[in-house]
């Protein structure tokens, strides 16, 4: 007996989601550290080809502008969005260049990192596709600093509210002024770059940026 053959469906949630993430991959890559200023919300991808070791495995796949490895995968949403109050289509903020240029900051103020080693896709979208879209890209790519190296997000918890762990990336990439003030982890930098190691050396990398998304695969 044969295998039901289920059609495909273009307005299946998960195939709308893809279109917004392949959409992000037909743009221009950008130098992280070098972007203009622009309007709007939406997704991105950061990639690394430098030379810190235990990333070697992901700049040796973004060399030459292939870029198909993300360091880190995000979002940046209108403000008032998280608080149900719809879809924004004409949203005149710079969400996304305000959480491009913040990820900048975060990576200039490092000891062990170079600006100009990043770079990064990104895609102005309608806030109703932006999660759908993040999470997609994550499930897809599983990029270093969203799996195991958290933080790299994170903004200054204020004045008082230190007292919570210093996030791994600051460990493994420190200079962020406001995380020396968080507490101590136990883990060092010694043992975060063995886990890093591990993860990549066991790390599936698609070939390409297409999604395919039929119903029956």
Not at 5 to 12: A, K, V
Not at 120 to 127: A, N, Q, S, Y
Not at 183 to 199: G, H, L, P, Q
């Amino acid at each position: 007996m044969s295998a039901e053959i289920i059609p495909f469906n273009p307005l299946d949630k998960k195939n709308l989601g893809a279109s917004v993430a392949e959409a992000m991959f037909t743009g221009q890559v950008h130098q992280l550290g070098e972007l203009n200023a622009f309007s709007g919300a939406g997704i991105y991808a950061i990639y690394y080809s430098g030379n810190f070791r235990q990333y070697e495995e992901i700049s040796k796949r973004n060399k030459d502008g292939i870029m198909t490895a993300p360091i880190y995968v995000g979002k940046a949403v209108p403000a008032g969005s998280r608080k149900g109050m719809g879809a924004t289509s004409n949203y005149t903020g710079k969400a996304l260049y305000s959480r491009l240029s913040e990820h900048a900051e975060s990576i200039r103020s490092t000891s062990n990192l170079k600006i100009e080693d990043f770079t990064c896709r990104f895609l102005v979208v309608d806030d109703i596709w932006i999660p759908l879209g993040e999470s997609l890209l994550i499930a897809r790519y599983s990029p270093l600093w969203n799996a195991i190296i958290d933080g790299f997000g994170n903004h200054d918890p204020g004045s008082g509210r230190y007292n919570g762990m210093r996030p791994r990336w600051d460990v493994l990439h420190p200079g962020r002024g406001w995380a020396i003030k968080c507490k101590e982890r136990v883990e060092t930098a010694e043992d975060i770059a063995r886990d890093v190691s591990t993860y990549l050396s066991n790390a599936t990398f698609p070939t390409s940026n297409r999604f395919i998304t039929t119903e029956n695969t």
